[in-house]
Structures are given as C-alpha cells and as structure tokens.
C-alpha cells in the first residue's frame, strides 16, 4: 500500500512567520494530493489540493509546492497566524484492488505563537 | 444532507460490550470511507465502501470489527467484544466518485469511543 511519509511531527512558528511541512509519497496512479487541516475535537477539513500537473498552487496564504520526479509535496503557510494552529495532514490516493482511498501523513502539529 | 453526519459524537462503553456508531454521508456520495483515529496519531484506514458492497475491507483490524451500509447510504461501523485498545475517534468520510481525478473526501466530525 502507499506509504506517505510526513515531518516535521510538531512545529512552532512565530506569528507572522512561514510555516513549513514536507511529504514524501510512493508510487500512485491518480495525481491529486490533498491537505487537510484538523482542530482538536473536529474531523479533518479539505485545506488545499493540488494535481502534479503544475509545480505550485496558491490560495491565499497557503502553497503546495510539488516536485513530482522526487515524489514529494509541502505546504507552506505565509504570514502563520494563532488560528493556524491545528494538526496538518498530507495525503496520497491508493487505488489498486478494486479499493480507492487516501492515505494520510501522521500529521504535523502547529503551534503559532503570538 | 449538507455534511457528513456522525452519531454518538461521543460513546463510553464497558470493556466487553458491543458498540454501534453511524455515519450518514452527503446525499449523492457513492464512496463511504471509515478512518480511526487515535490519541495523537494520524488516520488509519478501516475499510471503503463503493454503494453497498465494501471492496476494501482490508484496514479493519480484527474480525470484532465489521461494517455495513444499506441503501447506498447510511453505514454502521460494529465494535464488538470492545476493548480498550478501540478507544479512538472514528471518522466517516465520503466522496462522490472515487474514479475521478480530484476526487475530494469530506469528513464527519467523528465518534469519540472511549472504552473503559
């Protein structure tokens, strides 16, 4: 199965500062590579996606970056605000076997500090 | 219904007795999907459904664990035996065509099991 490999597991950042974290995936047929975001007693909420077919993609203060020879993706966050702080999850879709699902990242915790 | 919808959002249960949780998805969603989700850790796979049948059972981790979905909708997730290694949030998710590219999965907000 796909394994997808996700660090660092906690990260602090000063408000205003650039929050960043990496993935690493295996091989996988399907090109679309999601972000969720997760506060404490919510379930994980779609943040940004990308498909490798274009390098980067912005939405506001978030960015994927994609580097599809080394089968890696991060998420940057610009100017990271206190209502950043949640856990982070990267995900890679598995398909094979008649099965489709995403497997997830253990999950980067942040912490923004004021 | 607008989101994924998950009841008990909270469930504590003696060790030994069996456990039901719900998960109604978006309405039109053909993929249903159960994750669990311990304390701290990351989301492990349990099994996905395509309608009614489950091509993929192969994340639930013992044969105390099943589940089931009816009507191409509502899914139940059976715990049985419970121990206190099952405590954990499970999570629902569903998508609308798993075969597309860009498929997005939404997620419920979980049932929080605590077996004590």
Request: hydrophobic fraction near 30%; charge should be positive.
């Amino acid at each position: 199965q796909q394994q997808v490999k996700q660090s660092p597991q906690s990260l602090i950042v000063q408000k205003g500062g650039i929050s960043i974290i990496n993935c690493a995936y295996e091989n996988t047929a399907f090109d679309y590579f999601p972000w969720y975001q997760q506060f404490p007693g919510k379930g994980p909420a779609l943040l940004i996606a990308i498909r490798p077919d274009v390098s980067e993609k912005k939405e506001g203060r978030f960015t994927i970056s994609f580097n599809k020879s080394a089968k890696q993706f991060s998420l940057h966050i610009m100017d990271s605000q206190p209502g950043d702080s949640a856990t982070y999850f990267c995900a890679a879709p598995y398909s094979g076997a008649g099965s489709y699902q995403l497997t997830f990242g253990k999950g980067t915790k942040l912490s923004v500090i004021p | 219904g607008a989101g994924v919808s998950q009841s008990p959002s909270n469930k504590v249960t003696e060790k030994g007795k069996d456990v039901e949780l719900r998960c109604d998805p978006i309405s039109g969603h053909t993929a249903l999907y159960w994750y669990r989700q311990s304390l701290g850790q990351g989301l492990e796979f349990l099994i996905y459904f395509q309608g009614n049948s489950a091509p993929d059972k192969s994340g639930l981790p013992s044969d105390r664990f099943s589940a089931e979905r009816t009507g191409g909708s509502v899914s139940t997730l059976t715990i049985q035996r419970t121990q206190q290694e099952d405590s954990a949030v499970y999570l629902c998710a569903s998508s609308r065509n798993p075969r597309s590219s860009g498929n997005t999965i939404y997620f419920g907000e979980g049932s929080w099991l605590t077996v004590v």
